[in-house]
């Protein structure tokens, strides 16, 4: 993995900074899903956009959480919240006096040590207790982008999504394979029980932006908030 932002100056994050970090990414993503999955650009503009906001969330938690262990080990409260910039307890009253004026300040500090020691903390650990080679990491984005039961698209999405998890899963086989590990089902299982925790924690976050945005640390039309919904 590219670990380039090892060398770059690291800084605690700010709303603002947040809403940009998700609109890079999205355009990121888009590029991401052309190139490594045949067939993605020929889809409609809405399908496309659905595919890739639907993976949003889980991209930044399954990436931060990959980043961090190796940026920031044994600090669990940590993440990044774009290339470069990230959040942890000690910058807190720092963060939430980057939003909106009229975010409520105590409760929004509180509600933000609780999203990172309730789903930050969690993700870090089971993250760093795995261990994924870069090839496992690559195969959960690749089964987590297409596991799509939850959106409205056609059929033809739904078997593309079941051709690419059975392909994603053959590549993870050969890969165990010519790396000589024949007792590869217990490690599959690992990842799976792990892609499951991860996708628990997503649905948690967008409860928690809900909460953000009550207390005003993010606007109703800011772009965060809204791949959230």
């Given at each position: ?73 044994g ?11 990230f959040?942890?307890?000690e ?21 933000s ?5 309730t ?6 650990i ?24 939850s ?16 392909a ?8 165990y ?21 991860l ?31």
């Amino acid at each position: 993995m590219d670990d380039s932002y090892k060398f770059q100056s690291l800084h605690p994050t700010t709303t603002s900074q947040m809403s940009e970090a998700s609109r890079v990414l999205a355009s990121t993503l888009v590029e991401f899903a052309t190139a490594a999955f045949e067939g993605f650009e020929e889809l409609s503009s809405e399908d496309k956009w659905q595919l890739i906001k639907h993976f949003h969330k889980p991209f930044h938690i399954y990436d931060s959480c990959y980043r961090s262990n190796i940026a920031f080990p044994g600090k669990f409260t940590r993440h990044f919240n774009s290339y470069t910039s990230f959040l942890d307890v000690e910058h807190l009253e720092q963060f939430v006096r980057s939003s909106p004026e009229n975010a409520h300040f105590d409760d929004a500090v509180r509600m933000s040590r609780f999203h990172l020691e309730t789903n930050v903390r969690p993700c870090r650990i089971a993250m760093e207790r795995f261990d994924p080679s870069e090839q496992e990491f690559l195969a959960m984005l690749g089964i987590q982008f297409w596991t799509i039961e939850s959106l409205s698209v056609s059929d033809e999405i739904f078997e593309l999504a079941a051709r690419y998890r059975s392909a994603v899963l053959r590549d993870l086989r050969k890969f165990y394979a010519q790396t000589g590990i024949t007792e590869y089902g217990a490690r599959i299982g690992e990842l799976f029980c792990l892609n499951n925790l991860l996708s628990a924690k997503v649905e948690s976050n967008k409860r928690n932006f809900e909460v953000f945005r009550l207390l005003d640390i993010f606007n109703d039309d800011s772009f965060v908030y809204s791949m959230q919904k």
